[in-house]
C-alpha cells in the first residue's frame, strides 16, 4: 500500500517496485514499474495471483515491447500480445479479477 489516509490527510512513504530489463521478464506480483529496453517480451502474471494493483510498463528503448497476458487471459478483451512500438510509449495496466482480464487504464 503507497499511501496511508489518516484524518483525511496523506502520511506515509510511496513505496514501488521498479524493474530494469533488457531481456525479456516475467512479472512478479510485487512489481509496480517496468522499464523495458530492447525488442522483448514482458510476460504478464496471471489475474487471480495479482495484488490488484496498478502495473505500469515503460518502453525505453528503440525495439518492440510486447506485453503479454497469462494463457487464454486478455488486454482489454484482446487475445495475444500488446506491443508498444515506439521510444518511450508506456501503458499503465490494472488487473480486472472479475473479468478475468488485464485493463488498460492509461496509454502514453
Do not use: C, H, R
Amino acid at each position: 500500500m503507497p499511501y496511508l489516509l489518516s484524518g483525511g490527510m496523506i502520511t506515509g512513504t510511496a513505496i514501488y517496485v521498479v524493474v530494469n530489463t533488457a531481456i525479456s521478464y516475467s512479472v512478479l506480483a510485487a512489481d509496480d514499474i517496468i522499464f523495458a529496453d530492447g525488442t522483448i517480451d514482458i510476460d504478464l502474471l496471471p489475474v487471480a495471483s495479482t495484488l490488484n494493483k496498478p502495473l505500469t510498463i515503460i518502453n525505453v528503448g528503440s525495439g518492440t515491447v510486447s506485453v503479454t497476458p497469462d494463457g487464454a487471459e486478455t488486454i482489454n478483451g484482446a487475445a495475444g500480445a500488446y506491443d508498444e512500438t515506439a521510444q518511450y510509449e508506456a501503458v499503465t495496466l490494472f488487473p480486472n479479477k472479475s473479468a478475468g482480464e488485464w485493463q488498460i487504464i492509461s496509454k502514453l
